[in-house]
Structures are given as C-alpha cells and as structure tokens.
C-alpha cells in the first residue's frame, strides 16, 4: 500500500507540474500576439499618416537647350617631342677642367658649357706656327735666289740647270708653307674644341660627368649632357585614318590647322598651334595616322615626353543645338532628355553628334529651345509632373548640388510635408 501511496502521489505532481507549465506557455503566447497586433496598429496608422503625406510634383532642375557656334574636332591622345635634340660628346681627349652651367639650365645657341685642358693644343698651335714662320723665310731666300739667278741665266752666264734648280726650290717652299698653314689651321681647330658650346638653344638635362674627368673620344661615348629645345615645341598625335580625308581637305586649302592641347581629356587648354606634319603612310597595326602640331611653349608649359590630349580643329559650326552633359540619359533605345511641357516631364530620344567640354552637340531631335530636366531624380518617369527646385545654367553643372536642392526644396514644399503631418497630429489628440 505504501508503494502504490507514493506512485500515485507521484503522478499527481507530474500532473500538476504539466499543467502549471501549458498555462504558462499559453498566456506568454496570448500576450506576444496581442502585443504583435498592438504594434501592427500602430504601425498601419504611421503608414496612414505618411502616405497622407506623399505625393506631388517631382522637384528638378532645368535648363534650356540652345544654339551657339561649336568647332567640329579630331580627338585625339599624343606626346611632346623636343623640334631638336642634341648629344653633346667631346671632339677631343683631354681633361674637363670645367662645367660652366648648372643642370636643367636653359642655355643660347652658342653659349659656352665646358672647358677641356687646352694646353696640349696651345703647344701643337705654337709648333705649326714655328714651322710655317721658318717655312716663309726659306720661301723668300728662295725667291731671291731664283730671282738673281734668272738674268744670269738668259745671258748664259750659267747653265739652264742651276736656274732651273733654284726655281723648283722656290715652289717648294711654296707649298711647303702652304702645307703647314693647313697644320696651324687643324691645330687652332683643335684648340677652339678645347671649349664645348650649344648648338641649339634648350633645356639641359642631366650631366654624366664632373669637372676632373678624363674625358674620351668616340661615339660610344656617353654623352656629356643632352639638350632639348622646347621653345618651340612639337606634339605628335595619333588619328584614326578614318578622318585623314577631312584633315587633308582642310589641311590643304588653308595650310593653318589649328591643334589645342590639354593635359588630359576635358581639361583646360594650356597651348595651341598648327599642324606642321602628316606622315606619309597609315600604321596597319594601330589602324592611326602620325600628325604633328608645332607649338610657341613660350611659358614651357610642355615638356618632353609628356602625354598630353589634342584637339584639331576642322571648322566652326555656326548654329549648333547643345545641351548640358548631365540632361543626357542613356536608354535602352539610344540616349535621350526630358523635356518640360506644361509642367510635365516628357521623353524624347536624340542623336548626339559630339561632346566638347560639357557641352553635348545634338544633332536629331531637338530644335534649341526646350525647357530640359538636368537633374533626373530616380522617382521622375515619363509624365510626370515636375516643378522647378533650381536654374541650370546651361554649363553641365548642374550634377553638382543637386542632393542639396532637391532636400532644401522637399523641406519647403507644402504638398506633402511636415505641414500635413502635424494637421494629422492635431486632428487625431481628442480621439486619444
């Protein structure tokens, strides 16, 4: 009887415990779904109020599409090139006693740059010099002989031989003093190599020697300096061939084709000149022809080596219809703007023709004085209606500070804004 006493007291507890533990479990989950509804409602009545709210025109930015004279261009990716450029080696051997300018300096044609040990030549000058005094003064006892020997002879005082002996004496110290003229002039050559100067007027590069070196000669020697002339310059260009035709045309009636060149696409220009050159042959690898401008660089705003963007320009397109870069929207059908009309934004697709700057030349589809949207927010389709948050200028600036407009202009709007929100707010506070 105990036994069963205890089983039964057992199962009891068991009983009480289970039932105890699912009342639990019941309540908890009544109180989460009541509370789940509760924010459910809460939630559903904000959307309400919110959605109240929204609603309206979409603000933009516009500007009107125009016309104005834009050039027709050539593109197109080239280097800066020294017009000359120069190795400068020695012509003879001896010592570098001196540097007479510093690198990088911009030197004349003509100025002096080193001194070489000019002794040796001093003396060898002196020498040939020597030897063509003694020369003259053999030549003219010569010609004094063969001057007393000449009566002498047509009186057949003396024999034909003796006067002809004297005479030959005489030309031969002719030549021989003009024999060593040319030495005295090949040693005073000598001598003035003695000091190197610029052919050229330039730039100087970087010096391989210093003053006590022994220098050598030869063309496998390297060179002392390297000059480089930048006033002018030249800029070598790289053009499809598919518009050699047009740059020969023009090229050829009025040989002054202007060239503008930037450091880079788009950018300010910082030089302009004229084509100067047009290779004689298409690279089949590259499919591109090889032109050249000649630039003044009187400010050396160039610098060899520099890669640098040209424009050619090919002529001047009077009435051109342009709009901003940033009114451009790319499609699945080709490029097109929104244009305003009674206060909708409607699309129309174009054919850009070409971009100089931020200016898009347009040559299909409009006519030069539409109102356009240069600022399109995601929320703006085909129809809808806009109001205007800003002017454009027409620049292709308008991308910049757009965010900043359209947030000052969606903090000011009366349609849908925090105006109605707390006309909602009042209205609802006696119902609580």
Not at 281 to 309: C, H, M, S, Y
Request: no cysteine.
């Amino acid at each position: 009887m105990n036994r069963l006493s205890m089983v039964g007291m057992f199962a009891l507890i068991a009983a009480m415990a289970g039932g105890g533990y699912w009342y639990w479990q019941k309540s908890a989950v009544e109180g989460a779904d009541k509370g789940k509804a509760v924010a459910q409602g809460k939630e559903g009545k904000e959307a309400k109020g919110k959605g109240k709210g929204r609603g309206g025109p979409v603000v933009v930015r516009m500007a009107a599409a125009k016309r104005q004279a834009m050039p027709v261009v050539i593109d197109a990716v080239g280097s800066v090139e020294a017009e000359q450029s120069v190795a400068i080696r020695p012509q003879i051997a001896g010592t570098l006693t001196a540097v007479l300018f510093k690198e990088g300096d911009y030197v004349r044609q003509g100025q002096a740059l080193f001194n070489i040990d000019a002794r040796p030549m001093q003396v060898s000058v002196a020498q040939t010099s020597a030897a063509v005094t003694r020369d003259e003064a053999q030549l003219a006892q010569a010609r004094a002989q063969e001057s007393r020997l000449r009566p002498l002879a047509e009186k057949e005082y003396i024999t034909r031989q003796e006067y002809d002996v004297a005479a030959t004496q005489a030309k031969s110290l002719e030549a021989t003093v003009v024999a060593n003229k040319a030495v005295v002039d090949a040693a005073k050559l000598q001598l003035s190599y003695a000091q190197i100067t610029s052919p050229i007027s330039g730039r100087t590069g970087s010096l391989s020697v210093k003053a006590g070196t022994l220098l050598a000669v030869g063309n496998n020697v390297l060179p002392l300096v390297n000059i480089n002339s930048t006033k002018p310059i030249l800029v070598a260009l790289s053009v499809p061939q598919r518009s050699l035709d047009d740059i020969r045309a023009v090229w050829t009636s009025k040989k002054d084709l202007k060239v503008e060149i930037a450091p880079n696409g788009g950018g300010p220009l910082i030089a302009t000149g004229s084509l100067v050159f047009i290779d004689n042959a298409v690279n089949p690898a590259t499919g591109t022809i090889l032109v050249k401008a000649r630039i003044k660089n009187d400010k050396e705003d160039l610098w060899p080596g520099q890669f640098v963007a040209g424009r050619i320009v090919l002529r001047v397109e009077e009435d051109a219809v342009t709009v901003p870069e940033s009114a451009i929207q790319p499609g699945q059908e080709g490029p097109f703007v929104y244009v305003v009309k009674e206060g909708r934004a409607r699309l129309q697709y174009v054919t850009v023709n070409r971009q100089i700057g931020r200016e898009v030349v347009i040559s299909k589809g409009l006519q030069g004085d539409e109102q356009l949207v240069i600022e399109v927010p995601p929320t703006l389709t085909n129809g809808s209606q806009v109001t205007l948050g800003g002017t454009g200028k027409g620049g292709g600036g308008g991308s910049k500070g757009g965010g900043k407009a359209k947030a000052e202009e969606s903090d000011k709007a009366p349609e849908g804004g925090a105006a109605s929100k707390d006309s909602e707010a009042k209205s609802e506070e006696p119902k609580k």
